[in-house]
Every structure is written in structure tokens, then in C-alpha cells.
């Protein structure tokens, strides 16, 4: 079972940065999707940005040119870099890791934009 842990999250003004990282572990394959999702309260979990191992990459629109996703593929360890923040960003953002139909799901962090 991969288990996957993110860090990185907290409070930040509108306008500012915050940079998510998510390391999985444990039975990793090398062909596999990490990404991270949000969840706003009373809304539905969204896909925020996803990266393949083949460095194949997907955005959701609203985050098109203000996020930007990475990962390290010898670390297993992918990252989500997010400038311009705005409020409607707040929300728990959840990692996922999805290789060979296993999906393993972090905790969650918290990211709260707010003045």
C-alpha cells in the first residue's frame, strides 16, 4: 500500500505564494499519476493540477498560469508551486497518488487565503 503524506500548507494573503509538497512511499510503480485535488467547504473534491512520470501534465482552468505542478521522480515527490492567490483558493488540498488502479490519497493539508 503506497502511502502518501503532503506538507506545506497554511496561511497566506491574497496575491502571496505557497509552495505544497507530497512524497508517496512504499510500493511505488514507475508508471504513475501524482496530483493534487482541493476541497472547499460544502463544495466537491476537484482536480487541481496532475503530473504523470512522463511529465504529462493537467491544469484546471481556474488555476491555469498561477500554478504551476513539478515532481522529482527519484524522490517520488511531486510539488504544486501556487502564486497569485486568491480567496476562492481556500480549501483543503489532498495529493493523490494513482499507479497500476491503486489510489492512495494523503491527509490533507489546509490553505487559507485570506487578508
Known amino acids: 500500500q503506497v502511502q502518501v503524506v503532503e506538507s506545506g500548507g497554511g496561511l497566506v494573503q491574497p496575491g502571496g505564494s505557497l509552495r505544497l509538497s507530497c512524497a508517496a512511499s512504499?510500493?511505488?510503480?514507475?508508471?504513475?499519476?501524482m496530483g493534487w485535488h482541493r476541497q472547499a467547504p460544502g463544495k466537491q473534491r476537484e482536480l487541481v493540477a496532475s503530473?504523470?512520470?512522463?511529465?504529462?501534465?493537467v491544469y484546471a482552468d481556474s488555476v491555469k498560469g498561477r500554478f504551476t505542478i513539478s515532481r522529482s521522480n527519484a524522490k517520488n515527490t511531486v510539488y504544486l508551486q501556487m502564486d497569485s492567490l486568491k480567496p476562492e483558493d481556500t480549501a483543503v488540498y489532498y495529493c493523490?497518488?494513482?499507479?497500476?488502479?491503486?489510489?492512495?490519497w494523503g491527509q490533507g493539508t489546509q490553505v487559507t487565503v485570506s487578508s
Open positions: 493523490l497518488y494513482s499507479g497500476w488502479g491503486q489510489d492512495s
Open positions: 512504499g510500493g511505488i510503480v514507475s508508471i504513475n499519476t
Open positions: 503530473m504523470a512520470s512522463d511529465r504529462s501534465t
